[in-house]
């Protein structure tokens, strides 16, 4: 069995990612993108030259942790577990640094709700984000670093923290006297009511239970944290085999036992945090405490803004943003812009050449319509020699001698092809007719400036002589038949027998017959035409026909059996196309070449 495949497509195997069409797509919208990249530059320059400076400023301190008696130091210091003491508890001195409650009191002591024009909960909050506490490597120094606007603001801001972390140290774990242990023996009733006074003067009323359980030293010891979460396993294991077992059960008698060594340990690492305590207060080993060791001065100077970095950012995201878009731009267009692009949509046509497109043409509508006429060295001129040189070459002379000229769709430039193409030939030395075959929109006589009060719609529905229909142009050997007065049904008249009889007629008249007819979609007098001559021109414009529009008009045409002579691909930009494939050399080549010829003419005059 046979596969089908649509007229015009082309099996392609997948092909890897072509980088030199990229950096065409680049080259081609170069503009567009450096125009974009100007303003984003100007925007960002604009952007970073408003930006506040920013202050930053650093003070150090130094935290000593809690110290432990000798015996119980060279035991921890054997293993991992003193370091990840260590990291532990000056990890927690971090965070109580730049906690809100610590920055509440900060707020409030240098009345920075009046500074910031709030609340001291809001202060908080925003001294949170301009504080930053760091451990120096593995010591026992700390930079307190504050960044913000006001170079003064943030020196005070940066030594209260510190100020205010040694005084709530001395407040929270240093405030118990030698008076305040002497309360916590290792034997006592636990409800026993005590009254302490802190270094500021405070009472507080406690059992020696909440004494011991309110010290910093047992609250953070990661010892007594893990013993009691092991505590609260074996209490839950324990309520669920009660639910199964009784009382004298081996498995409730063992789980009591692991319960009582827990609450046991627990109790003991208690007792030698106190006595640790006790050591301490009564001159043992030096207090644990925390000092400043360097204020924050007020700097001089504003952190650099990066603003070259800012800007150049800004710059690389544009030109980043711009090409993707672009790239997906034209990943979702299907019109062909250059012969390169035929391979690209998989479409398989005779290509005969390219039309490049007219830019910045005013004055007289037909001069620009005839470019090839008035402008004989143009680009416009040579590009209609190349396609009159392509055409003599697809067939024999004889069979080439009535030529269909059509389009897809209207506005593609298919009348501007046939009469530029009809001039070229008759500036060959052919005698060449051209027909105006659109009788919708015919263009012929305006171009021409000839009368268009008899026609081709006179000579079909009456019985004219074909000669008294043609008319003489002011270009040698061209002669026009215009389209005459509109027709009501134009296909119908075009597909009858006199118009059989007048194709045959100027055969013999004339060396080459140009036939200007309608577009071929939507409407079949191209169609029509196309079928008596038996073969026809299509002309594309660059950058307006989709792909899949030309595949339909191609199966009508070799559904129609018409031979299509080749494609012409219309305004195709040049300038834009220069930069790839046969664009490239075929607008190098033509521009060089000309450049050289009037660089020679110039010294010959001269």
Known sequence: MQNFQPAGYSEQAEKPVDYQYYLFLFAKNFYVIFTFLIIVVTLAAIYVSKLPDVY??????MIERPRIKWSEMKEAAGGAEGESYNVEYYNTQMEIMTNQALLRQVA??????KYFGTDNTRVAQILSGMVKVSRVGSSRLFNVTVTGQDPKMISNIANAVARTYVRRSFEEQLYYSKEVLNWLPSKGDAKEIISITNPIGGVRQMTREDLIESLPSIKSDPTIRELREKKAGIESDLELSLQRYREKHPIIIKARSNLKFVEDSIQQEKDRIIENLKSQAEGEH???????????????RPLPQKRSRTILLAALGEIVLCFLLIALFDHFDDTLHSFDDFERKGLV???LGPIPLIKGAKGDPSRKALAGYYDKASGIAESFRYLRVAVNFSATPEALKNL?????????????CAHNIAVSLAQDGNRTLIIDGDMRRPTLDRIFKLDNTTGLSNYLTSNLDHTSIMKETFIENLIAITSGPMSPNPGEILASDRMKTLLDKVRGEFDRIIIDCPPL??????LVVGAMVGHLVLVIAAGKTPADLIRHTQGMIERAKIKLIGVVLNMVDMEKERHRGYAKHYYHTYNRYYQVTEAQKDSEEA
């Open 521 to 526: 979609v939507g409407i079949g007098d191209g």
């Open 56 to 61: 930053q400023t650093t003070g150090q301190m």
């Open 286 to 300: 030096q207090i644990s405490s925390a000092r400043i060791m360097q204020e924050a001065p007020v700097p001089e």
């Open 349 to 351: 046509l005779p290509f």
């Open 404 to 416: 269909v000229i059509t389009s897809c769709l209207p506005h593609e430039g298919k009348s501007f």
């Open 108 to 113: 409030d002591d240098l009345k920075l709700a």
